[in-house]
């Protein structure tokens, strides 16, 4: 059985960047969610929403995520901010062979981050990115807390470091070994 790592939190929270370096420094590989469904379905995210709807996006979405989770080396995985709505993902990402792990800020430290772009469907209405962030985490605070192993602040790696992204994914690094050290897996067979 091999382990995985899945980045879970809003948009803006830095799941694709700090997976990255993450992935570097846990010798394992990177796979970022949202760019495996645009490369599966040969649409962009926006184009997906817009033909589905964000209910056929987030089929696909679970489709992806339970594809990524069947890899048989450790991964490491950004998913989409909003892979936490389905039942059935919070189950996959709640299995033994999975650390996820929550990057969490303040809407508005997000807001400060994000632009309305066209791979952020959820942006593209008439509210402020800072006021969607605020319904978003509102809805899903409970759901990133439900499956997180690990939360971590990523606000003050910000404020405080040179290089926030690289002290960030080192910490964090530091935290799934040691997770993985305590929830040690299990031989099957």
Do not use: C
């Not at 803006?12 to 990255?20: A, E, I, N, P």
């Not at 996959?92 to 650390?99: A, E, F, I, K, S």
């Not at 003050?156 to 290089?163: A, L, V």
């Amino acid at each position: 059985m091999v382990r995985h790592v899945v980045l879970v939190g809003l948009m803006g929270s830095g799941k694709t960047t700090v997976g990255r370096r993450l992935a570097s420094h846990l010798g394992r590989t990177f796979v970022d969610a949202d760019a495996a469904l645009e490369e599966i379905t040969d649409r962009t995210i926006a184009e997906v929403f817009a033909e589905d709807g964000e209910r056929g996006f987030r089929a696909i979405e679970a489709d992806v995520l339970e594809e990524l989770l069947e890899h048989h080396e450790p991964t490491v995985i950004a998913s989409g901010g909003g892979v936490v709505l389905s039942g059935e993902n919070r189950r996959r990402l709640q299995q033994p062979n999975v650390t996820t792990v929550w990057l969490d800020a303040s809407p508005a430290f997000l807001a400060s981050r994000v632009e309305t772009k066209a791979h952020r469907p959820l942006l593209a209405g008439g509210d402020s990115p800072r006021q969607v962030l605020e319904r978003l985490h509102a809805e899903r605070e409970h759901l990133y807390r439900e499956v997180a192993d690990i939360v971590v602040d990523v606000e003050p790696f910000h404020h405080g470091e040179e290089k926030p992204k690289r002290a960030l994914a080192a910490r964090i690094a530091e935290l799934v070994l040691a997770h993985e050290a305590d929830h040690p897996l299990e031989e099957v067979g």
